[in-house]
């Protein structure tokens, strides 16, 4: 079941993204040699909770039953997503993809951003850059009248032309008043595919593209997961709304990269 929100549901899942924007932003400002994730995950937690908001991470249950203990996902190098933050200081050249969530006023935010920890050699930081620009040709796609493989199609096109990889076994979701909502939004597809998109249908597209190899395993922590080939990979998420006849990006990354600068 696809749930089409109003316009009031649109405007308090935005509000709950920009505050996903900020707690990114503020942690943006802490992304060096020497911190943690568990840090940073620290610091994400405190600002959501006195913006009055939960983080919806926190205790989420997983599908290998371990329940989610941190507010962040801080997935480093060649972990693609759901990693646990933890003590291990991040180093020079690494990079963290940095993946929240909240709960504001019954509604989800879901937003990720890859950041660099230092220099970062040139052929990593050509695939976050790609990955962003992929993100941005997946929401170009996503009209009202398209269908989901429209929006898989370009993100795959894009990054495949360059020769990187598109992992299969993660995907993007509809987003509500669940963080996880009908329909599944995959990284691939083929154009003309899938269900119809929709006024009203609230998304969010988070391509996951890979240096090497797309396949993936799941690490002992029951969450993380790794490429296959331990290579490098980035992730970049916005939650979006189908709105008045096109795409409404409902998180920002202008507020993170006054910060860090653009890719
Ligand atoms: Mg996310
Ligand atoms: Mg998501």
Not at 139 to 167: L, M, N, T, W
Not at 227 to 232: E, F, L, P, Y
Request: hydrophobic residues 35%.
């Amino acid at each position: 079941m696809i749930y089409l929100k109003t316009e009031e549901e649109i405007e308090l899942l935005r509000k709950a993204n920009l505050l996903v924007s900020a707690t990114l932003a503020e942690v943006a400002k802490n992304i060096r040699p020497g911190v943690t994730t568990l840090e940073l995950d620290t610091l994400a937690e405190t600002f959501i909770r006195d913006h009055g908001a939960i983080p919806t991470f926190k205790g989420f249950p997983g599908s290998y039953g371990a329940d989610f203990p941190s507010s962040l996902c801080t997935s480093v190098n060649g972990c693609v997503v759901h990693g646990v933050p933890d003590n291990r200081p991040l180093e020079e050249g690494d990079i963290v993809s940095v993946d929240c969530g909240t709960r504001l006023d019954g509604f989800c935010g879901d937003s990720a951003y890859t950041f660099c920890v230092g220099e970062v050699k040139p052929e990593i930081k050509a695939l976050l850059k790609a990955t962003k620009e992929s993100l941005y040709r997946g929401i170009d796609a996503a009209y009202p009248g398209k269908r989901i493989g429209d929006i898989g199609h370009a993100v795959q096109s894009f990054v495949e032309a360059q020769g990187y990889g598109v992992v299969r076994e993660l995907c993007g979701h509809g987003v509500g008043r669940e963080m996880h909502e009908e329909p599944m939004v995959p990284n691939y597809g083929r154009p003309g595919n899938g269900k119809q998109l929709k006024n009203g249908m609230c998304i969010a597209i988070e391509p996951m593209i890979t240096l090497g190899t797309y396949e993936v395993a799941l690490l002992e922590d029951r969450w993380s997961i790794v490429t296959r080939d331990g290579k490098a990979a980035a992730h970049f998420e916005h939650s979006i709304a189908i709105h008045n006849g096109k795409p409404d990006i409902l998180s920002s990354f202008e507020e993170i990269e006054k910060i860090v600068g653009e890719l």
